[in-house]
């Protein structure tokens, strides 16, 4: 048991997307550079679209500031790390912290916009990755966490619909789905171009989620059946659990409850609000 702070915004999310805005503008376009904070976003507009050959399909790779000098002087007085690797930090600090990426998508050729969400982080997603790279001591990298990101907010996914949804290549995403897959954060299922990808059963026990079984590539599953499945992953189940996964009413709950425990597949284990089952071969 630990805690982890999640910032609104990260520290060096701010600092980058102003930074951008000050050292790629169009100085020769009137106007001034725009920052707007409310609950819903913090927004950075600046004058002029993206320096010439820099689209929205390799920003996050290519690099060419309109002043190579002002760039410069940012870099010597500490305000950036590393030219030309602000905005991949920034997605991979929002990633890494449960929040989506940076929005460029109101970008044109008159202005630079990028608009940073202010809503609640997904926690599940935070702590799945957090306690990896501490379990591990490494760190995720960029199109690894898109990866996780889109898996978890799309559910399975092929490799065409995740190159699809992603701004890099097929071959980037087959190798690091590969790397995934050996780490154990990733499993995948069918066969050839129908290969589909989802998170492990790591990430739905942290999550405390049923939808793991569901995921199963199986024949219609008996409810005994998804019962014992959920408890050989999880531990145990809940009466209230077993109604939500093989959507039942309470009764109906506890009438497959009370088979498994009568065929000798389940114990009933604590009283009232504490009530779980357990597999009987692991007390015995």
Same mark, same amino acid.
């Given at each position: 048991?630990?805690?982890?702070g999640v910032p609104r915004v990260p520290?060096?999310?701010?600092?980058?997307?102003?930074?951008?805005?000050?050292?790629?503008?169009?100085?020769?376009?009137?106007?001034?550079?725009?920052?707007?904070?409310?609950?819903?976003?913090?927004?950075?507009?600046?004058?002029?679209?993206?320096?010439? &050959?820099?689209?929205?399909?390799?920003?996050?790779?290519?690099?060419?500031p309109r002043s190579p000098i002002l760039?410069?002087?940012?870099?010597?007085?500490?305000?950036?790390?590393?030219? &030309?690797?602000?905005?991949?930090?920034?997605?991979?600090?929002?990633?890494?912290?449960?929040?989506g990426a940076p929005d460029y998508s109101?970008?044109?050729?008159?202005?630079?916009?990028?608009?940073?969400?202010?809503?609640?982080?997904?926690?599940?997603?935070?702590?799945?990755?957090?306690?990896?790279?501490?379990?591990?001591?490494?760190?995720?990298?960029?199109?690894?966490?898109?990866?996780?990101?889109?898996?978890?907010?799309?559910?399975?996914?092929?490799?065409?619909?995740?190159?699809?949804?992603?701004?890099?290549?097929?071959?980037?995403?087959?190798?690091?789905?590969?790397?995934?897959?050996?780490?154990?954060?990733?499993?995948?299922?069918?066969?050839?171009?129908?290969?589909?990808?989802?998170?492990?059963?790591?990430?739905?026990?942290?999550?405390?989620?049923?939808?793991?079984?569901?995921?199963?590539?199986?024949?219609?599953?008996?409810?005994?059946?998804?019962?014992?499945?959920?408890?050989?992953?999880?531990?145990?189940?809940?009466?209230?659990?077993?109604?939500?996964?093989?959507?039942?009413?309470? &009764?109906?709950?506890?009438?497959?409850?009370?088979?498994?425990?009568?065929?000798?597949?389940?114990?009933?284990?604590?009283?009232?609000?504490?009530?779980?089952?357990?597999?009987?071969?692991?007390?015995?």
């Amino acid at each position: 048991m630990h805690r982890f702070g999640v910032p609104r915004v990260p520290a060096s999310t701010i600092r980058e997307s102003i930074v951008n805005a000050l050292v790629h503008r169009d100085y020769s376009e009137n106007g001034p550079v725009a920052v707007q904070l409310s609950d819903i976003a913090l927004r950075v507009a600046s004058p002029g679209g993206f320096p010439p &050959g820099i689209t929205l399909r390799n920003f996050l790779d290519d690099s060419k500031p309109r002043s190579p000098i002002l760039a410069e002087a940012f870099k010597r007085a500490g305000i950036v790390d590393r030219a &030309g690797r602000g905005i991949r930090e920034m997605y991979v600090q929002l990633l890494r912290n449960g929040r989506g990426a940076p929005d460029y998508s109101a970008t044109n050729e008159h202005a630079v916009v990028v608009s940073i969400s202010t809503s609640d982080a997904d926690l599940e997603i935070a702590r799945f990755v957090l306690e990896y790279e501490e379990r591990n001591n490494r760190v995720l990298l960029l199109p690894q966490l898109q990866i996780l990101h889109e898996l978890k907010v799309m559910r399975p996914e092929t490799t065409g619909e995740l190159v699809a949804a992603l701004t890099e290549s097929e071959s980037t995403i087959r190798t690091h789905l590969a790397r995934l897959i050996e780490m154990g954060l990733v499993e995948s299922r069918g066969p050839g171009r129908n290969r589909r990808h989802h998170l492990t059963a790591a990430f739905y026990r942290l999550a405390q989620s049923s939808e793991y079984v569901r995921l199963q590539d199986t024949d219609p599953i008996q409810q005994e059946h998804m019962v014992l499945s959920y408890v050989d992953k999880f531990g145990s189940i809940t009466r209230a659990k077993t109604a939500e996964l093989c959507h039942l009413s309470p &009764g109906q709950a506890r009438t497959v409850l009370k088979r498994l425990t009568d065929a000798g597949e389940l114990d009933l284990r604590g009283e009232k609000r504490g009530a779980h089952y357990v597999r009987r071969s692991q007390h015995k």
